[in-house]
């Protein structure tokens, strides 16, 4: 699509493992939510990305035109990164919420998000102590 | 076809595009390149978070498979993701005749006595 900021050229720093290799690190890092949630988003992006490259290299690209031309489909870092973040904030809401602060868990709480039960009541914290999310806000 | 345009129905045309089977994302990009014959070539960053609104929306479904030694999400159109789909081509069918209707001028008149 011209003219959109998600196919301007990538400024990732160069990777020896490659141009692909350095995307994936830059969008690791720009990308929020849990750790689970963001490998999830990462292999997916890489399976695209060689998919992509299977293509070009079809056509007639090498491999280094190739892996470029996935990169260029695919937009930089920062901004797929943000267009990830609300269903990254709400996938680690979400998940948060079922491991920890379930009510089938709350037995358990007192090593996770939620304070501990106090006489059989269930008190969430105010955040969550492991992905910042707010229990109160589900 | 100005991205803003597209991206207010691109939720109807991912559903449309895995109403043929079950794809992976790449091959949701490529069909939606390939069915629209180019014009609708979104990057694709803007498609995964798109597949993924539409799987906690309960349209679509997802599983991982192990492709070549590496990780692969695959999904599939829901019941409820078929019956949206259904409800989007009746909608879209009315509103593009009514805009047909307003915009369109090579038509040709009836005459006048």
Same mark, same amino acid.
């Given at each position: 699509?011209?003219?959109? @900021?998600?196919?301007? @050229? +990538? $400024?990732?720093?160069?990777?020896?493992?490659?141009?692909?290799?350095?995307?994936?690190? $830059?969008?690791?890092? $720009?990308? +929020?939510?849990?750790?689970?949630?963001?490998?999830?988003?990462? %292999?997916?992006?890489?399976?695209?990305?060689?998919?992509?490259? %299977?293509?070009?290299?079809?056509?007639?690209?090498?491999?280094?035109?190739?892996?470029?031309?996935?990169?260029?489909?695919?937009?930089?870092?920062?901004?797929?990164?943000?267009?990830?973040?609300?269903?990254? $904030?709400?996938?680690?809401?979400?998940?948060?919420?079922?491991?920890?602060?379930? @009510?089938?868990?709350?037995?358990?709480?007192?090593?996770?998000?939620? +304070?501990?039960?106090?006489?059989?009541?269930?008190?969430?914290?105010?955040?969550?102590?492991?992905?910042?999310? +707010? @229990?109160?806000? %589900? | 076809?100005?991205?803003?345009?597209?991206?207010?129905? &691109?939720?109807?045309?991912?559903? *449309?595009?895995?109403?043929? #089977?079950?794809?992976?994302?790449? *091959? !949701?990009?490529? =069909?939606?390149?390939?069915?629209?014959?180019? *014009?609708?070539?979104?990057? /694709? #960053?803007?498609?995964?978070?798109? &597949?993924?609104? &539409?799987?906690?929306?309960?349209?679509?479904?997802?599983?991982?498979?192990? !492709?070549?030694?590496?990780?692969?999400?695959?999904?599939?159109?829901?019941? *409820?993701?078929?019956? =949206?789909?259904?409800?989007?081509?009746? #909608?879209? /069918?009315?509103?593009?005749?009514? !805009?047909?209707?307003? &915009?369109?001028?090579?038509? =040709?008149?009836?005459?006048?006595?």
């Amino acid at each position: 699509m011209a003219g959109d @900021p998600l196919n301007a @050229p +990538s $400024a990732v720093a160069s990777d020896p493992a490659g141009p692909i290799a350095a995307y994936l690190t $830059a969008l690791d890092a $720009a990308l +929020s939510g849990s750790r689970r949630a963001r490998a999830d988003v990462l %292999d997916e992006v890489h399976d695209g990305l060689l998919a992509a490259t %299977d293509r070009h290299r079809y056509r007639g690209a090498t491999a280094l035109e190739a892996e470029q031309a996935a990169l260029a489909e695919v937009g930089r870092p920062e901004l797929v990164a943000r267009a990830f973040a609300g269903e990254l $904030a709400t996938a680690g809401h979400g998940a948060c919420w079922s491991r920890c602060c379930s @009510p089938a868990l709350w037995s358990e709480c007192g090593g996770c998000c939620c +304070s501990p039960p106090t006489g059989g009541r269930h008190i969430p914290a105010s955040w969550c102590r492991r992905c910042q999310c +707010s @229990p109160s806000s %589900d | 076809m100005r991205a803003e345009i597209l991206k207010g129905h &691109l939720d109807a045309l991912l559903l *449309a595009v895995l109403e043929d #089977g079950d794809q992976h994302g790449y *091959a !949701v990009i490529e =069909a939606l390149r390939e069915r629209s014959q180019g *014009a609708f070539d979104l990057p /694709t #960053g803007t498609i995964y978070p798109a &597949l993924h609104r &539409l799987q906690r929306t309960g349209l679509i479904h997802s599983r991982w498979e192990t !492709v070549g030694g590496r990780r692969r999400r695959v999904y599939t159109l829901t019941d *409820a993701g078929r019956q =949206a789909l259904h409800a989007e081509r009746s #909608g879209w /069918t009315e509103f593009s005749a009514a !805009v047909s209707r307003l &915009l369109v001028r090579d038509r =040709a008149w009836p005459a006048t006595p």
